[in-house]
């Protein structure tokens, strides 16, 4: 008699793929770099989500970040493009397909440098897209320059000290148009996951600035962006649980302490207060929030904003609710009486 | 006045030759006054009558307040060329009236506002003053009319002195201000009326100009080349149009608007088949247009040189991840901002190349509406089957400009949209390798984001790729890589247009040229037959690369002029660049580069000079 160890069931999503469905090459970041970290959530979150990989397409720029979009999902299109203009690239793509769900993760250098104009077009519009920014406050590829969101005072590795302001992404965002915007540490995988799952369910652009270390060239005594930096001065707004549409879990709410929101897809975005009592649905009093943290040095994490309601860029437009990508000429080439008419308006 | 069609009538004062429509009108007026309405009823009127017929609106970068000037030219042989020579002026415009008359030759006409008093100036050429305020006073009771309906007055002195057919002029008056200001052209046309009576009551005509009717015109329509660009678009299934506004490309996208808006909309659905956004620079816009057909849609821009600068990096990025893309270029003259709204081909060189590293793009030489309309298929087609950018290199002077135009033949080949993939095609073959060349022809397959199967996906990069499309620095794969690239060069070749060929017997020299540098072209060609005795032979260029009739042109011709509206020669040094130096030999260049269409009298001149004849 023979005994065979059972096999423990694997552990499926709601639409019957494993964890591994949603795995993407092996990283070539170096070890301990913040952007590992995100890459591991997002491979969690479109998994325990049950996003069809297929139906995910990813785009970046150019930097350390920018490689990340090879490190998850290996079964979603890619597209690392050029530096600062995957707004645009990705914009596009949701233009010739809204059926798709855009992620894109770029860093600070794409972002508040280069791209910064694309940024903030793509936040005017409210394109549908998760967009990622991995915020170490360097140049990593070209070994260490200061980038644009590096705070006043903090020092480079070679001892440089940084004595221009920092753009703020989360500010930008806020004011121009960005539905859901929030900022997180890439160390806080708790905060990240419930923040990522929110971004995913929400029908608008959500912009998601993470403080991500990098390990190589700013983290040491004087930078505002490293683990130990982060570690003193993170200062998360509340928990965040998300309770997806497709779970029905009841928990018990004690009246007060927890802000429910609800998402277009049915699911809800749950905030335990911590000390602050902040509302993210409050735009003004999300940017004067932030500016205090600011002044007392603390680095706010969690949602800053949410409006779930307001119609995105696709919407806006109105157009045919299947992919323009793939129209059938039928659909595209006007009838040969359209021409004729034409023609006949013009002799 | 005379209205026979003799050719040789004696006119008071001296002997002149009778010129039916055979001359050229230009309306010197100010920008932002109305002129263009007036000017349009003018030319087609002319066109009406069945006399083949240009306008050419030579206009300042400006709103209003400069100087503008609108050349109609009537030819009976058929030649829409721009004429180097005015022969009759209609000088409206204080600021430039006598510079204007200075440059006229002996025997022109001119038309001008009384109190400028031109007739002082010179005694060769026959002035017909006009009191233009004192005639549309009563007109035009509303005095802030006045500046805008003033100018229909010279459309009836015009028409008189011309022979026009006044019912034509109000034909063509109706018709461009349409059914619902019909209280616009009735004063408008008061203020022609005004004007002919004027001209026939007080004016002797003594010029020898006058226009009859022909048949030459019959089935044609009248349009600008952007129009007709735009609906070539439209027929061509374009879906994703991004786009910054510039001139002289922005009509053609918003042409497009209007004719999306009316053609492109769902039945049952009430929504659109396509999307119109206006980025916020160039670099947004090519950005988006590659997004878009990455991700499988027919998407284009339109822009100018300065537009095509900008993007030059993301052209690199889709030559060598090999997107498709459709980039209408209307050329103006550079370098920089240049002169806006002037005309040249000064885009040729660097659109072939555009961007870093060894990059080749194909470029579309579209000389007429018709081509406007029919390249727009031909480059949505080329560039989704060879998966790489496509320039549309069109021209001021064709995208803004008026011009007579065979009635558009109906694309009736299916659209080819290359080398897609989908799920059942995975099902059947398990998996792919995007940048294999499988067929020799060096296009790989490609599938879109959003196809349902395992092995669909692939990661897109401007960085070093092998054929599964994954990163590469190695020096081998980075070659045969390259390699593929330049097949797909030489297969694109054969899909593009033809050249037209006219290659006449005993012909020793040859004139080659593109898009709008043909009617000078043209034209000259007679000239040089009927005024010198020479004989030569043409090739007009549609496309580059260029293909082997262009080589055997060469061959078949001692000496062969290439004709470039630029000033370093840029059509002749692509071919440097890509012919063999026995060839290249041949060559010779005419270059025209003021800013001002190409004339006849320009190459004809050059020729003469070069050949030494």
Redesign the interface.
């Known amino acids: 008699m023979s005994t065979i160890p059972a096999t423990p069931p694997k552990k499926t999503n709601h639409i019957g793929l494993e964890v591994l469905?949603y795995r993407g090459a092996k990283t070539t970041l170096c070890a301990g770099c913040g952007h590992n970290a995100v890459s591991e959530r997002l491979v969690e979150c479109f998994f325990e989500m049950g996003v069809?990989?297929?139906?995910v397409?990813k785009?970046s720029g150019i930097g350390c970040s920018s490689k990340s979009?090879?490190y998850f999902l290996?079964?979603?299109?890619?597209?690392?493009?050029?530096h600062g203009?995957a707004?645009?690239?990705?914009?596009?793509?949701?233009?010739?397909?809204k059926?798709?769900l855009g992620i894109v993760v770029t860093g600070d250098g794409d972002t508040a440098s280069i791209g910064i104009?694309?940024y903030?077009?793509m936040l005017r519009r409210n394109v549908p897209l998760i967009y990622i920014i991995e915020n170490n406050g360097v140049y990593g590829l070209t070994k260490g320059q200061f980038s644009a969101t590096s705070d006043s005072g903090a020092k480079s590795k070679s001892g440089v000290v940084n004595e221009l302001q920092p753009v703020d992404c989360c500010v930008e965002a806020i004011q121009i148009g960005a539905t859901f915007v929030a900022r997180s540490f890439s160390g806080d995988k708790r905060q990240l996951q419930g923040l990522l799952k929110a971004a995913i369910a929400h029908r608008g652009l959500s912009v998601i600035d993470v403080i991500s270390p990098c390990v190589t060239f700013n983290d040491h005594e004087g930078s505002t962006k490293s683990y130990s930096y982060m570690k003193d001065h993170d200062e998360p707004l509340h928990t965040v649980d998300f309770v997806p549409y497709f779970t029905d879990i009841e928990v018990e709410i004690e009246e007060g302490q927890v802000q429910d929101i609800e998402m277009h897809d049915g699911s809800r975005l749950r905030l335990h207060k911590l000390e602050h009592a902040y509302d993210p649905t409050d735009r003004l009093k999300a940017l004067t929030t932030i500016q205090a943290s600011k002044d007392a040095k603390e680095v706010l994490t969690g949602v800053l904003y949410l409006d779930a309601t307001s119609e995105n860029f696709l919407e806006l437009?109105?157009?045919?609710?299947a992919?323009?990508?793939?129209?059938p000429?039928s659909?595209?080439?006007?009838p040969?009486e359209?021409?004729s008419a034409?023609?006949e308006e013009?002799? | 006045m005379s209205a026979t069609l003799s050719t040789e009538v004696a006119h008071g004062g001296g002997s002149a030759l009778e010129r039916v429509n055979d001359f050229s009108i230009q309306v010197a007026t100010v920008n932002g006054s109305g002129s263009q309405t007036a000017n349009t009823v003018l030319m087609r009127s002319i066109f009406q009558m069945g006399v083949p017929v240009s306008g050419k609106n030579l206009f300042p970068s400006n709103i209003a307040g400069l100087p503008t000037w609108f050349t109609i030219r009537a030819s009976r042989r058929g030649y829409i060329g721009r004429k180097k020579e005015i022969d009759f002026l209609v000088a409206m415009n204080a600021e430039t009236a006598n510079e204007d008359v200075d440059e006229l030759a002996p025997g022109s006409a001119v038309v001008y506002d009384e109190p400028l008093r031109l007739n002082e100036r010179r005694s060769d050429l026959h002035f017909y003053p006009v009191p233009f305020d004192k005639l549309v006073a009563p007109v035009c009771p509303e005095a802030k009319l006045r500046k805008l309906v003033r100018n229909m007055i010279y459309d009836g002195v015009v028409a008189h002195l011309l022979g026009l057919d006044l019912e034509e002029v109000h034909k063509a008056l109706t018709r461009q201000f349409g059914a619902r200001k019909q209280k616009a052209a009735e004063l408008n046309w008061n203020a022609v009326l005004a004007g002919e009576e004027y001209a026939r009551n007080h004016l002797v005509k003594r010029d020898p100009f006058s226009v009859h009717r022909m048949n030459e015109n019959a089935?044609?329509?009248?349009?600008d080349g952007n129009s007709a660009a735009a609906?070539g678009c439209?027929?061509?299934?374009?879906?994703?149009v991004?786009w910054y506004p510039i001139t002289p490309s922005s009509s053609l996208v918003e042409t497009l608007i209007n004719?999306m808006r009316r053609?492109?909309i769902?039945q049952d659905?009430g929504?659109?088949?396509?999307?119109i956004?206006q980025?916020?620079?160039e670099?947004?816009?090519?950005?988006?247009?590659?997004?878009?057909?990455?991700?499988?849609?027919?998407?284009m821009t339109a822009t100018s040189g300065p537009g095509v600068s900008l993007m030059s990096?993301?052209v690199g990025?889709a030559y060598y991840a090999e997107i498709p893309a459709v980039i209408w270029d209307i050329q103006r003259v550079g370098p920089s901002t240049g002169l806006p709204t002037r005309t040249q081909q000064c885009d040729i060189l660097k659109n072939a190349v555009l961007s870093h590293g060894d990059t080749r793009h194909p470029v579309l030489f579209p000389s007429s509406p018709e081509e406007c309309f029919s390249m727009a298929t031909t480059a949505f087609d080329l560039a989704e089957e060879f998966q790489t950018p496509v320039f549309v290199n069109s021209d001021l002077d064709l995208g803004m400009n008026n011009w007579t135009a065979n009635?558009?033949e109906?694309?009736e080949a299916?659209?080819k949209r290359g080398k897609v993939l989908t799920k059942e095609d995975l099902d059947r073959l398990g998996g792919f390798m995007r940048y294999a060349d499988l067929e020799g022809d060096g296009v790989g397959w490609r599938?879109?984001?959003?196809?349902?199967?395992?092995a669909?996906?692939?990661?897109?990069?401007?960085?070093g790729h092998n054929e599964k499309a994954g990163?590469t620095e190695k020096p081998d794969d980075y070659v045969a890589n390259m390699d593929r690239l330049s097949r797909k060069f030489n297969s694109i070749r054969a899909a593009l247009p033809h050249p037209i060929a006219d290659v006449r017997e005993g012909a020793k020299i040859g004139l080659v040229y593109c898009g709008t540098s043909r009617y000078g072209c043209e034209e000259s060609r007679d000239q040089l037959r009927e005024e010198s005795g020479v004989e030569t032979s043409s090739l007009r260029l549609l496309a580059y690369p260029f293909g082997d009739e262009l080589e055997s042109f060469i061959e078949q011709h001692e000496r062969v002029y290439v004709v470039d509206q630029n000033r370093d020669a840029q059509l002749l040094g692509l071919m440097r660049l890509d012919l063999d130096p026995r060839l290249t030999a041949k060559l010779r260049s005419i270059r025209h580069y003021n800013g001002l269409p190409l004339d006849a009298r320009t190459v004809t001149e050059e020729v003469v000079r070069q050949e030494g004849i």
């Open positions: 469905n069809e990989p297929w139906r397409a785009f979009p090879a290996s079964m979603a299109h890619g597209f690392n493009s050029v203009r707004p645009s690239v990705s914009t596009g793509a949701m233009l010739a397909n059926t798709l104009g694309q903030i077009h437009l109105n157009t045919v609710d992919p323009l990508a793939t129209l000429q659909a595209t080439r006007p040969r359209v021409l034409l023609m013009l002799r | 089935g044609k329509i009248v349009i609906m439209m027929f061509a299934g374009v879906t994703v991004t004719y053609y492109r769902d659905s929504k659109a088949t396509y999307a956004v980025a916020e620079d670099l947004a816009a090519i950005g988006m247009v590659i997004g878009a057909s990455w991700a499988g849609a027919r998407a990096e993301f990025l009635a558009f109906y694309p299916p659209q599938t879109l984001p959003g196809t349902n199967h395992p669909a996906a692939y990661f897109t990069r401007g960085s990163y």
